[in-house]
């Protein structure tokens, strides 16, 4: 079979596009024809070298996936040879940049049945990401407020969606570029960061700031004066501290997405019910995944891509 796969870390040149042998499940596992992968920016941080996930190497990226069951190993229950599904993979394993992938029966849930197998790839971790971070860690709760700096990303429109759905009041910082697909995910405010101070802009506090971008620390701690005693500060932002208020209540939190197969699930029935809409931006072949990487290297990519296996 065809893979993609890293032997050693570096930059965008260590990726080779090669002929790998087709893998067996063992127990507990279960192969999947791929239908696409899914590009996340981890990826670019794991093949540089720049993550601290341990991989085994030769290793192929693409811990987000959407298949076919094509072969179950022993002891594996409730998921059966021709079910589409999509995973969330364990990222220190081999992902789905291949034509075929390995997965842990308990990773994978039936695929939504309203959007394109290959598309589906596109939800599980930033879907679970959003999830986390609002729910899990800020503890959002209907007719409360949110602030989603970097809402404009693929994490914080789905975010947006979610909060609205939960009944939360969304403040979301944008660029012109970005605004319209804000608004249309449901944000209630947008304040424009390019031309607008944040920190004049946002007129009542709110009970979770959640930033999904790189933020100047400093920029960053005076925005906690706009969380409201016992709120919370969520940062996906791993490469620096999140700040809050020990004086006041207010709780500091990083995500780090965690794998949820009965989250996963749920957000596969919102897909289904017309509640969660699924970004794809691009699809590429799987012989240009090095490509992509070498564009995300520069800092180029835009939106979700997903890699087509076939």
């Known amino acids: 079979m065809k893979a993609v796969r890293f032997h050693e870390t570096g930059g965008p040149e260590v990726l080779q596009y090669e002929d790998v ?49 094509d072969a179950v190993g022993k002891d594996v229950d409730g998921v059966a040879v021709g079910d589409a599904v999509i995973g969330f993979l364990p990222m220190e394993r081999d992902g789905g940049a291949a034509e075929y992938v390995i ?24 879907a679970l990401t959003a999830w986390q971070a609002l729910f899990d860690e800020g503890r959002l709760t209907a007719g409360q407020r ?78 906690v004066a706009h969380v409201r005693d016992g709120g919370a500060v969520v940062s996906t932002t791993a490469s620096m501290a999140t700040p809050g208020d020990a004086s006041r209540g207010v709780r500091a939190a990083t995500v780090f997405v965690l ?10 029935s919102l897909v289904d019910d017309g509640k969660l809409t699924v970004e794809v931006t691009r699809r590429i072949p799987l012989a240009e995944l090095p490509a992509l990487h070498a564009e995300a290297s520069e800092g180029r990519v835009v939106g979700k891509v997903i890699v087509l296996a076939a």
């Open 146 to 223: 949110v602030l989603i700096v970097g809402a404009g990303g693929v994490v914080g429109k789905y975010a947006i969606q979610l909060a609205k759905r939960a009944g939360v009041h969304v403040v979301a910082t944008a660029s012109p570029r970005s605004s319209d697909a804000v608004r249309a995910a449901g944000a209630d405010e947008i304040v424009d960061h390019t031309d607008t101070d944040l920190q004049s802009a946002v007129r009542e506090q709110v009970d979770v700031l959640l930033n999904l971008a790189p933020i100047d620390p400093e920029q960053f701690a005076s925005l």
């Open 21 to 69: 042998a087709q893998p067996t499940p063992a127990a507990g596992e279960v192969r999947l024809r791929v239908a696409a992968s899914a590009f996340n920016a981890a990826d670019n941080g794991m093949r540089a070298g720049f993550l601290p996930i341990l991989v085994v190497l030769p290793h192929v990226p693409g811990y987000d996936v959407s298949g076919i069951v």
């Open 103 to 126: 997965a842990p029966a308990e990773a994978v849930v039936a695929a939504p049945t309203s959007i394109p197998l290959v598309d589906a790839a596109a939800l599980p971790s930033v």
């Open 259 to 268: 794998p949820n197969r009965e989250r996963l699930a749920e957000l596969v």
